[in-house]
């Protein structure tokens, strides 16, 4: 095994660690799909945290198609993986711009609905999202993206809950690339 998928793996396991500790709960819950779920995972303790942030931000960007030149995601749960993956990108002397894409479009100033640099029509441009169950919200944010010329064609999630969401994002042309699967919890 080489040096680097060595890193990759050691980050992987790392990460999935942190996770089943901080972000995972098995209960009874309510998801933002309306659907009910005897697990539950929030990512947010860990993409919020130096090191988890970290972690999500090496593995994001080896498993990023590297012709990507933007990344892009719903706030408020995408903020820090924009943030983490466009730093961890800089730090290797890589040019990648970030996209935080608004609920609700501003009723002030710009009225943006998409907040970053103004990039041109074409740019192929990765959707990120923390947990993926039937790809309402994501699916929302490819939509805007689209709506200002911008081309989608993957989305990067920490995990994939398997509940559709693959399916729905196969039938908008866009490829679900995870880091985990819920299995990986189970």
Known sequence: MSNFSEIYCLNKAKLLKRLVEKSYKKGNFTLSSGKKSSHYLNCKPISLNGEGLNLISDLFLELKDSRSEA????????????????????????DLNGLIIRKEIKKYGTKAGIEGPILEEGTLVTVLEDVVTTA???IKAIKKLRENNYV????LSIVDRLEGGGEALKDVNVKLKSLYTIKDFL
Not at 81 to 93: D, F, T, W
Not at 152 to 155: A, C, G, W, Y
């Open 152 to 155: 989608v064609e993957e989305v």
């Open 136 to 138: 309402g919200s994501v």
């Open 71 to 94: 990344v892009a995601g719903l706030t408020l749960g995408a903020d820090p993986l924009v943030s983490g993956l466009i730093v961890k990108a800089a730090s290797r002397g890589l």
